[in-house]
């Protein structure tokens, strides 16, 4: 039997599935902690449309190599498996495919890890076409390691659940070709990404030649990034208080209240513990915080974990080289803070901090303000008179600069020009 790849999905669970969400902790003051980020589990279990009855922190000393929760654990769990009727386990970690294989074969259900509920969310809301090669991508590297578990899937719908000798023979020659397969997609998908890329190069190129200022709305997941772009440039991004969706850039043309024009860019969310195979399979997306001029970091302040997730945005821009970018901190969602301690928290931590409501626009005036120095800090409007036979400068002017006028006079070129601040030591001797 010659199952095509196609046909198969890494991605092995439905929705309305009953789940059961696990996290570990292995000292007591980490458990909080474990309840948080379980929390954020459960909002991505429902984004996805799972319905998770119950969350389950589990105390763990060690991690045990077949199984990592150990075999009281597993004995613990089968019981909530059936007092619950659940369907799918969800561990808020990355097992390994031997583990992931092992806990399958004790519990009798589907079990997936972050990872994978994460790239089942990202499935779900791929609308564009480079977003549904990125996730596939991802799918497929995800994959290539769980070739054996897949087919435990499929043996067992083949025999009721029961398991067997399905690895001897026909499966165990099977998974040989579906992993030669598979390469052969991962390269055919990597091409087509790459081809993308270059076009977004491309217009990126583009863009950079206008010398327009380009901000990249970066930030975690559901803090307010596409209400952000919404409320100031009056557009229609999709808005949901859903992690994750949006998976793809929006670029919106903005002037400021000094007329300074500018381009605002909607990135993708951040998330803690983003999968490297996600962050690699987006990496050309993501790239856009990495091109920009100035960045605004969105953070919902009115998150209990709000530190953390701005410390897991932070970790994004890091492994992309992007955490030298100047960064305007903007805590959003005042409207719904309750604790406001926390806003004097960040403004210690992070510079350049504003806070604001997407919902109300408060805040607003401040950002704006915030923005247009940062504007004045990287370039700033001079008059230039610089003689013809100079053209040489003129040229890097032009190349690097935004001509705002230009005139001649006599043997003189006339400029007014916006300029990186980098380039004015270089024209200094011109300045008029």
Request: glycine share 4%; with cysteine; aromatic share 6%.
């Amino acid at each position: 039997m010659n199952i095509e790849i196609e046909n198969k999905n890494v991605i092995q669970i439905v929705e309305n599935q009953k789940a059961l969400l696990i996290g570990v902790y292995e000292f007591s003051n980490k458990k909080e902690e474990c309840l948080e980020n379980l929390s954020e589990l459960k909002n991505l279990s429902l984004t996805f449309g799972l319905d998770p009855v119950e969350i389950m922190p589990v105390h763990l000393r060690q991690v045990e190599p077949s199984t990592f929760i150990g075999s009281g654990k597993v004995d613990e769990i089968k019981l909530k498996i059936e007092e619950l009727s659940i369907e799918v386990i969800v561990f808020d970690f990355e097992i390994a495919p031997h583990q992931q294989r092992n806990l399958e074969k004790a519990f009798k259900i589907t079990v997936i890890d972050r990872t994978e509920l994460i790239l089942a969310v990202f499935a779900h809301h791929a609308k564009t076409k480079e977003a549904k090669l990125q996730i596939k991508l991802a799918e497929y590297k995800y994959e290539l390691p769980r070739l054996k578990r897949m087919w435990t899937h499929l043996s067992r719908q083949r025999t009721g659940g029961k398991s067997g000798g399905f690895l001897k023979g026909e499966g165990e020659k099977q998974i040989e070709i579906d992993k030669k397969i598979l390469k052969s997609k991962i390269s055919e998908l990597s091409k087509q990404i790459d081809d993308i890329k270059k076009h977004r190069e491309v217009l990126r190129k583009q863009r950079q030649r206008t010398k327009i200022p380009i901000f990249a709305i970066i930030g975690y997941t559901n803090a307010g990034k596409s209400s952000l772009l919404n409320s100031l440039t009056d557009s229609k991004v999709l808005v949901e208080d859903k992690l994750f969706a949006t998976l793809d850039t929006t670029t919106r043309k903005y002037f400021l209240p000094n007329g300074m024009e500018i381009l605002l860019i909607d990135t993708v969310g951040f998330i803690r513990k983003l999968p490297h195979t996600v962050v690699a399979a987006f990496k050309s997306t993501l790239e856009e915080a990495v091109f920009a001029d100035i960045l605004i970091h969105i953070i919902d302040v009115s998150s209990p974990t709000a530190l953390d997730q701005a410390k897991a945005s932070l970790d994004v821009l890091k492994e992309l080289n992007a955490i030298d970018k100047p960064i305007i901190t903007c805590l959003n969602k005042i409207d719904k803070l309750t604790n406001s301690s926390v806003i004097s928290l960040f403004k210690i931590n992070f510079p350049k901090t504003v806070e604001i409501s997407t919902v109300t626009r408060d805040g607003f005036p401040n950002l704006l303000s915030l923005m247009e120095s940062e504007i004045e800090h990287m370039r700033k409007i001079v008059k230039l008179k610089i003689p013809q036979s100079s053209y040489n400068v003129v040229s890097e002017i032009i190349k690097e600069g935004k001509i705002i006028n230009i005139d001649y006079e006599e043997n003189d070129i006339l400029l007014e020009v916006e300029l990186p601040k980098i380039l004015l030591s270089r024209v200094a001797q011109f300045i008029c």
